[in-house]
């Protein structure tokens, strides 16, 4: 990791607080010698955030450098429903739980770099799969001068102990769970979450029961049906059983009612 970089100031980064964005923290501390300002999405994904916000602090980001939204209205309202509008599938099938939040996460970065006088931003996602191209479109559309660091596309490391090593030296926190083989991947919002790794490439195995964190299994369900009626205005849902409810509130209504009956597993 000594291979020169082009000189950066201030870089906004995605910042979940998992070992792997603290990790990409860290090394853009140490590789760019950047000041390094963290985003934090809430976008419904059911986790505290606050403990972002210390680990942040504990690897040494300002205070003011700290940024943690609530987003999942805007989320809702502005991205899932008109998704949901244009039936919008990935090859006819993946239904963009996932893919959805990238661009509206893309768009706080690059306001907050403008706010914050940034002249990079930074993504985690890895250099094989769409997410890194939906980050850096995203970007490249609001601001195309910015500068895109990609650190998977970047740095070294070619393995998960190569990753826990530098975290060891640079007294990242790690929990048990992530030592080892590499954990299940998780990716969650207010519309879905979805897992992959472990047993899950797997395709003999039947998927294990725990790894459905959100949704009942169906042979749990209750025997009697139970009917929801779901008003419309313009093509969005507004209301349920007649009660008006604000997206995100809305959506997370139907989660409850489609958990209770074992609704929502692909």
Partial sequence: MTRQKKEIKRVVLAYSGGLDTSIILKWLQTTYGAEVITFTADLGQGEELEPAREKALLLGVKPENIFIEDLREEFVRDYVFPMFRANAQYEGLYLLGTSIARPLIAKKQIEIARKMGADAVCHGATGKGNDQVRFELGYYALEPDITVIAPWREWDFVSRADLIAFAEKNQIPIAKDKRGEAPFSTDANLLHTSSEGKVLEDPTQE???????????????????????????KGDAVAVDGVKLSPAALLAKLNDLGRLHGIGRL
């Fill in 207 to 233: 998927t294990p029961d725990y790894v459905y964190s959100r949704t009942g299994n169906p042979e749990d369900a209750p025997d009697a049906a139970q009917y929801v009626t779901i008003d419309f205005e």
